[in-house]
């Protein structure tokens, strides 16, 4: 199992990546991307790295704009050896039926949010472990969830259903 | 009525009718031009009705040519004051678009009120009203960082077709601010963008953090393949 997120911006991969403490990262970039709500975190869901593009799909229609993107992959195995604590939660995407790859990182303290950020500056030196998206490519992957009618506009975010809207005019497809 | 003027033509007149002429300083000219010219017509005193005709044609283009003026007077005065309104809308909007701007605290909630109000924007003045809005707020607001990262990740959310050529100007100009986290906006708009023909900007980009440097170059790599 793995647990994927998207970077808030692009570059702060290369902050976290370059820095050589972590306590030396800015403030700002903690602000950016781990931003908590109710002490937890949002993650979504992969059982294996092959159905990684349904869970793509999912964050994507969770967030508020057509923009490129970077996704970090953490393995299950490092969430339970910093004993972080998982609770499954249905999530709101426009991806129809794929809400329960949802999940929270919940309960956490300034402790487990330094190994969340640790975590990441690890998982950030293995290629394998990060994925990036082209806006050209979020926007292919927005069509087919609209061609096979797996589009829920409902549980989009008003400014991507604006992005949404004016990228399915443009290729000529009916919401 | 003055007889001077008609008196050649009265004397060789068959036509009994006295034409009634109210003479003004305006037209005084121009009808003795008219009756001066040496034409066959005013000549002959058989053709009466044409000094007659003479007249009414003058009267009536003189007529039409003050209309035209007072037209074009009429038509400028609407030019300049549609030009007025604009310019107070616009500086209206500016002054609105500056205060949702000020919101933005780089997190995406803050930046929907900017978003907004530049919709509105373009909605009632398209584009070109928001590019002399966004490039006088950016030359005003040079110094708050905030407001020039905003700034980028609004034109993102466009595709360059949209806010070429002054889209790109525009983020050459943030590009020079010395704060290198505003920099970083700016590039990663022109990595939104992801147009090659930018490419010679990005190439010339003046960073001092290595981890700008490595983002410029990661853009790069991507742009030139």
């Known amino acids: ?175 | 009525m003055n007889k001077g003027i008609y008196k050649d033509i009265l004397e060789n007149s068959n036509n009994e009718e006295i034409l009634e002429f109210r003479k003004t300083s305006s037209t005084d000219e121009k009808l003795n031009n008219a009756f001066h010219i040496n034409t066959s017509k005013i000549g002959e005193p058989k053709n009466s009705t044409s000094p007659r005709l003479k007249i009414q044609d003058i009267t009536t283009n003189n007529r039409l040519d003050l209309l035209k003026e007072r037209d074009s007077l009429v038509l400028e005065k609407l030019m300049k004051e549609k030009i007025r309104l604009f310019n107070y809308n616009t500086e209206l909007y500016q002054e609105q678009l500056v205060s949702c701007l000020e919101k933005y605290d780089y997190s995406s909630e803050s930046l929907f009120v900017s978003e907004e109000k530049i919709q509105e924007i373009i909605n009632k003045y398209g584009f070109e009203a928001l590019s002399r809005i966004l490039q006088d707020i950016c030359i005003s607001k040079y110094d708050k960082k905030n407001i020039l990262c905003a700034i980028c990740q609004c034109l993102e959310r466009f595709d360059l077709e949209e806010v070429h050529p002054w889209g790109a100007t525009l983020i050459l100009s943030i590009l020079t601010n010395k704060d290198e986290n505003v920099k970083a906006y700016a590039i990663a708009c022109i990595d939104n963008w992801a147009d090659e023909s930018l490419l010679p900007v990005l190439k010339n980009i003046e960073c001092s953090s290595d981890w700008l440097k490595e983002y410029v170059e990661n853009v790069i790599s991507i742009l030139e393949v």
Request: with cysteine; charged share 35%; proline share 1%.
């Open chain 1, 1 to 175: 199992m793995y647990y994927v997120r998207k970077l808030t911006k692009p570059f702060n991969f290369n902050k976290i990546q370059s820095t050589k403490s972590i306590e030396d990262i800015d403030s700002d970039v903690i602000k950016q991307e781990l931003s908590t709500k109710e002490n937890t975190l949002s993650f979504w869901k992969c059982e294996n790295l092959q159905e990684i593009t349904d869970t793509i799909k999912a964050i994507i229609l969770s967030t508020s704009e057509i923009s490129k993107s970077k996704f970090i992959i953490i393995d299950e195995e490092i969430i339970k050896e910093h004993q972080l604590e998982v609770n499954e939660s249905a999530g709101k995407t426009g991806y129809k039926g794929f809400e329960n790859l949802h999940i929270d990182i919940c309960n956490l303290t300034y402790k487990k949010l330094g190994m969340i950020l640790k975590t990441y500056k690890k998982v950030f030196e293995d290629v394998d472990r990060t994925h990036e998206l082209q806006k050209d490519e979020i926007k292919d992957l927005i069509i087919e969830v609209i061609q096979h009618d797996l589009l829920d506009e409902d549980n989009l975010n008003d400014s991507l259903k604006k992005d949404i809207l004016k990228l399915a005019e443009k290729n000529g497809l009916a919401i």
